[in-house]
C-alpha cells in the first residue's frame, strides 16, 4: 500500500496564478483532510471531507477549493496565488481504531511557495 | 479561541529523563477525542496515542502515556526514559464531537533530548 500520495512535492508559484495539489489514498478511508503548516507553527485545517461527495471547512478554507468525487482523491485547489499561502500543505486520511478515535496517516507534505 | 493550547515552545531534557509536554483543550462537548502526534526534522507526522473522553483509564503506548485530567481540561503526554531519536515537534490534536470529524492542533512544542 502506498497510503497517502501528494504530489507535486515542491512548487512555485506566481502571485495571481492558479494549481491544485493532488492526494490520493488507497486504504479505502472515508475521511480525508487538508491542513497547511507555516513555518515553525502548528497544522492548520483547511477543508475536510467524510465521504465522496461531501466537503467542510476548516478553520482557514479562504482563498481554497476541494473536491471529493471518489473515495480515493481529494485535490486541494488554490485560486489567484498569494505569498500568505506559502506553506507546507499536508493531506492526511483517517481510519478509526475504535469509534470516535479517527486516527491520521498523513502525507509527505508539499512545499508551495507564491512570489 | 484557541481550542488546544500547548504552552511549551521549546524544552532541552537530559537523555533518560522522563518528559512532560503539556496541553490543554476547550470544548463543551462531552464526547470527544485528544491524540498526541510526533513530526521529526524529517517533516512526516507520526502518530503516537489517544485518548477518549469517556475512557476510565489513561492511555498507554509503549514508552508514551497520557496523564488525562478531564476536569482540568488538560491531556499531557508523558514519554518515560527518553531517548535521542524523541528530538522532535511534537502537536497535541482533538477531535470534537460525535458528529464533528473536524481535528484540530495545537501550536506544538519542540523537544530537544541532550546526550
Known amino acids: 500500500n502506498a497510503g497517502v500520495t501528494q504530489t507535486p512535492k515542491f512548487r512555485i508559484l506566481k502571485i495571481g496564478q492558479s494549481m491544485t495539489l493532488q492526494c490520493a489514498q488507497d486504504?479505502?478511508?472515508?475521511?480525508m483532510y487538508w491542513y497547511r503548516q507555516d513555518p515553525g507553527m502548528g497544522l492548520k485545517l483547511i477543508y475536510y471531507s467524510v465521504g465522496a461527495g461531501i466537503t467542510d471547512k476548516g478553520e482557514v478554507p479562504n482563498g481554497y477549493n476541494v473536491s471529493r468525487s471518489t473515495t480515493e482523491d481529494f485535490p486541494l485547489r488554490l485560486e489567484l496565488a498569494a505569498p500568505s499561502q506559502t506553506s507546507v500543505y499536508f493531506c492526511?486520511?483517517?481510519?478509526?481504531?475504535?469509534?470516535?478515535?479517527?486516527?491520521?496517516?498523513f502525507g509527505a507534505g508539499s512545499r508551495l511557495t507564491v512570489l | 479561541a484557541q481550542k488546544i493550547t500547548q504552552t511549551q515552545p521549546g524544552m532541552f531534557v537530559q537523555e533518560k529523563e522522563a518528559v512532560t509536554l503539556d496541553c490543554t483543550y476547550d470544548t463543551s462537548d462531552p464526547s470527544y477525542g485528544l491524540f498526541w502526534y510526533k513530526q521529526p526534522s524529517s517533516g512526516e507526522m507520526i502518530f503516537l496515542i489517544y485518548q477518549g473522553s469517556y475512557d476510565q483509564q489513561n492511555a498507554t503506548e509503549g514508552r508514551y502515556s497520557l496523564n488525562f485530567q478531564k476536569a482540568r481540561k488538560s491531556a499531557n503526554l508523558v514519554i518515560s526514559a527518553s531517548q535521542l531519536g524523541d528530538s522532535a515537534m511534537y502537536f497535541c490534536?482533538?477531535?470534537?464531537?460525535?458528529?464533528?470529524?473536524?481535528?484540530?492542533f495545537g501550536k506544538g512544542t519542540r523537544l530537544h533530548i541532550l546526550p
Open positions: 490534536a482533538m477531535r470534537e464531537g460525535r458528529g464533528d470529524d473536524k481535528i484540530i
Open positions: 492526511a486520511s483517517s481510519w478509526a481504531v475504535r469509534a470516535g478515535a479517527n486516527v491520521l496517516t
Open positions: 486504504m479505502n478511508h472515508n475521511y
